[in-house]
């Protein structure tokens, strides 16, 4: 398919886009999880020039009862753009855009959250775009998984979504808001890195299968750091509280030094990517509030998950709403 943007040059003879990217350069990502005080679990996203805020309440029961279900729990995941999110305001309220996301996101967090734990319960997700610059849905679902985490939800995995596609006739990681307007394709993608199960696929534009493979793949790795920094920013979280006593309050954890570094892909071959370091306890909400920051900084390895300390669902918390089950 020719590109009927010809004029607008995505990719510059040295596969410079831009934004100054090369093709298979993620933008810059920062996580922060447990943002929120009244929320059971919430994150903060920035992933280039987007921003999302999550927040998580749940499990609870459901209302109306008609929408219980009485062999397993639901996922409902509300996204909603902002007024001010885009530079022409957007009319406040769900549109059809944000009725499908927010359906794709539910079924995608449903395929990670052990639903059958907690029959005739939902789980709210809320997911707020303050500002949108192309890939909102998977940050928004990237974002929510580290939310539902940070709520101590019972799950298998988090969901890590990114959208890569066709830009100037190359196949780019990572497509950005004049990519998505100009590009040729673009290819929303979630998976659950500890099964390699994708849970979230659709497609905008034209690839051959043979571009449609290599962007899955492309995709595929690109999760895997962004696995990385979901997982950091819990672990960053959780951090903060080691070894205190009840009640007992301390300083945020450090957050790193730099903002964020985000280099080329890592060239791990897929079949080593599905890589289980992920939950196999649900977490527990820590007692007090703090704001944690995960970076990942070129170079520089992501702390590890494995050894946490694991705690009971705290049902007690006056924010909670965990008394569903
Ligand atoms: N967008 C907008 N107004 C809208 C919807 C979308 O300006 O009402 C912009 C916004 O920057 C968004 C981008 O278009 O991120 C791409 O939207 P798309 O529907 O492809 O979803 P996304 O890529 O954000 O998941």
Redesign the pocket.
């Known amino acids: 398919m020719s590109d009927p943007y010809s004029n607008m040059k995505l990719v510059d003879e040295n596969g410079v886009r831009l934004d100054g990217r090369r093709l298979d350069e993620l933008r810059p990502i920062r996580i922060e999880a447990g943002v929120l005080n009244r929320a059971d679990g919430s994150c903060y996203l920035e992933w280039g020039n ?1 921003k999302v805020l999550v927040g998580v309440y749940g499990p609870r029961e459901v209302h109306p009862k008609h929408m219980q279900n009485p062999l397993r729990g639901i996922v409902q995941a509300r996204y909603n ?1 902002a007024s001010f ?4 305001r ?2 406040p309220g769900p ?1 059809r ?1 944000a009725v499908e ?1 927010s359906k794709i996101t539910s079924e995608a967090l449903e395929a990670v959250v052990l639903v059958d734990q907690f029959p005739r319960t939902t789980v709210d997700v809320y997911i707020e ?1 303050l ?10 679902l990237t974002a929510a998984s580290v939310a539902l985490a940070d709520a101590g939800i019972p799950m298998k995995d988090m969901v890590v979504a990114i ?1 890569s596609g066709k830009i100037g006739d190359h196949l780019a990681l990572d ?1 950005g ?1 004049a990519e ?2 100009f590009g040729q394709a ?1 290819v ?1 993608f979630g998976v659950i890195p500890r099964t390699g199960e994708i849970v979230l696929l659709q497609m ?1 534009g034209h690839l051959t299968k043979e571009e449609f493979e290599t962007v899955i793949e492309m995709n595929m790795r690109a999760a895997m750091q962004v696995y990385e920094l979901q997982k950091a920013a819990l672990v960053r979280r959780y951090s903060a509280f080691a070894g205190l006593a009840p009640g007992e309050e301390s300083e945020p954890a450090a957050p790193a030094a730099a903002p964020v570094a985000t280099g080329p892909m890592a060239a791990a071959p897929v079949a080593e990517l599905g890589h289980p370091e992920g939950f196999k306890e649900p977490l527990a909400p820590p007692p007090v509030d703090a704001k944690v920051e995960a970076v990942l900084v070129e170079g520089e390895a992501a702390p590890e998950v494995e050894g946490e300390e694991v705690e009971e669902p705290n049902g007690d918390d006056e924010a909670s709403s965990g008394g569903g089950y």
């Open positions: 987007n753009m999110s885009v530079s022409e957007k009319r549109d855009r996301i775009v500002e949108a610059s192309a890939g909102t849905r998977c940050a928004g959208a497509i808001r998505d307007n673009d929303p905008d």
